[in-house]
T-cell receptor, first 114, second 108 residues
Framework: DGGITQSPKYLFRKEGQNVTLSCEQN?????MYWYRQDPGQGLRLIYY???????QKGDIAEGYSVSREKKESFPLTVTSAQKNPTAFYLC?????????????FGPGTRLTVT | GIQVEQSPPDLILQEGANSTLRCNFS?????LQWFHQNPWGQLINLFY???GTKQNGRLSATTVATERYSLLYISSSQTTDSGVYFC??????????FGAGTRLTVKP
């Protein structure tokens, strides 16, 4: 089955720790994206990658880091510098690399930092 | 920055009713899309609709790019249509902006 997987579904961390969220796709899509969703709000773009070994900051990149070493994988690290890390994190991908075309989402990871 | 306004913010319908959801953009966007988020958080892409009209079963969407708005029509609503509907558009080819969503509840 083709799709996007995110793991884990729920993640709990202590304040001050870095944590890495996984995102894998087997759709052979060029572009991948990370979004953050807070309760009752829309999604906000954290980082995006339009091609392997390249990525760009989105609207709220501060306190986050990413890598894109393989086409299939786009992990997101939430660092201790992120002031309010507790949120629902969603990964997406799209076939074309440039232009934010039709996006498909993974099931998300709910991160709680205490 | 660009503002994306969705209306209404909340909508309650009886099963079988029709509805129209609206999305307004404060500036020109590209690659407008509509999504449905189910109660477990999964987002499903409903329409990729930069302009014109598309239909998929009971759902249809229309985007008038020159007037910076898009409409999502749901006909003969079912309880499984409940959830949050988001519109989103690409801005300056370096950002994707989402609205705050319309929360739809369909009662049996």
């Amino acid at each position: 089955d083709g799709g996007i997987t995110q793991s884990p579904k729920y993640l709990f961390r202590k304040e001050g720790q870095n944590v890495t969220l996984s995102c894998e796709q087997n759709l052979n899509h060029d572009a991948m994206y990370w979004y953050r969703q807070d309760p009752g709000q829309g999604l906000r773009l954290i980082y995006y990658s339009q091609i392997v070994n390249d990525f760009q900051k989105g609207d709220i990149a501060e306190g986050y880091s990413v890598s894109r070493e393989k086409k299939e994988s786009f992990p997101l690290t939430v660092t201790s510098a992120q002031k309010n890390p507790t949120a629902f994190y969603l990964c997406a991908s799209s076939r074309e690399g440039y232009g934010f075309y039709e996006q498909y989402f993974g099931p998300g990871t709910r991160l709680t930092v205490t | 920055g660009i503002q994306v306004e969705q209306s209404p913010p909340d909508l309650i319908l009886q099963e079988g009713a029709n509805s129209t959801l609206r999305c307004n953009f404060s500036d020109s966007v590209n690659n407008l899309q509509w999504f449905h988020q189910n109660p477990w958080g999964q987002l499903i892409n409903l329409f990729y609709i930069p302009s014109g009209t598309k239909q998929n079963g009971r759902l249809s969407a229309t985007t008038v790019a020159t007037e910076r708005y898009s409409l999502l029509y749901i006909s003969s609503s079912q309880t499984t249509d409940s959830g949050v509907y988001f519109c989103a558009g690409a801005y300056n080819n370096n950002d994707m902006r989402f609205g705050a969503g319309t929360r739809l509840t369909v009662k049996p």
